[in-house]
């Protein structure tokens, strides 16, 4: 797991080879099963807009209602170590900035499958209750589009196969639409919940 730090234009983490291959062999195996299992905006709590109109067409599911122990989700199994309790990079973290505590003092997350096909994205919005949002990308194989945009900052960070990009939920941020190839999201709320 190689990450990159930044504070501008706001905090944001960048992490490179974000699972092993032992990792994403269970992954990609769990999102084997669930992958019929995908329920379209309404079924996993897709944002909407003021209208009430779903802005995005991409398929989900939320891992926290779908296992009631979250111990029989690799995914869920796999992530807690490395974004929960990896003492290095919440030591990185505090160094660089004030922010990072609404992450590393936290103790309340909610998870997120989704899938984005060609010509699918998700329009730009606020998670406004989210402290810290961690997404990682996944690819059966490699495509283009994707990426995540930042509207207000005119940032867009490429989306690459096992990355995972960490930022403040409540900055406005967009997927742009995917150009060819199925992309995966596994993402993870997490709320200013005291530990």
């Given at each position: 797991m190689n990450y990159q730090i930044f504070n501008e234009p706001f905090p944001h983490v960048i992490v490179e080879d974000?699972?092993?291959?032992?990792?994403?062999e269970l992954i990609w195996r769990e999102i084997d099963f669930l992958e019929p299992k995908l329920k379209?905006?309404?079924?996993f709590y897709a944002a909407?807009?003021?209208n009430g109109d779903f802005i995005t067409n991409s398929k989900g599911i939320s891992l926290d209602d779908t296992y009631a122990d979250r111990d029989c989700s690799d995914i869920l199994s796999i992530v807690k170590p490395l974004f929960f309790n990896n003492t290095e990079l919440y030591d990185d973290l505090e160094k660089s900035s004030d922010y990072w505590v609404t992450w590393t003092k936290s103790t309340a997350d909610?998870?997120?499958l989704r899938?984005?096909?060609?010509g699918q994205g998700y329009n730009p919005h606020s998670d406004t209750?989210?402290?810290v949002l961690i997404s990682t990308t996944l690819y059966k194989e490699e495509?283009?589009?994707g990426d995540l945009y930042f509207p207000y900052h005119d940032l867009t960070i490429e989306t690459k196969?096992?990355?995972t990009v960490i930022f403040p939920g409540w900055i406005e941020h967009a997927v742009l639409d995917v150009e060819d190839h199925d992309r995966y999201a596994v993402t993870i709320f997490v709320t200013c919940a005291s530990s």
């Open positions: 974000t699972f092993n291959s032992g990792e994403l379209e905006p309404a079924g909407a807009d003021s909610y998870t997120k899938k984005y096909s060609p209750w989210v402290h495509g283009s589009g196969h096992n990355q």
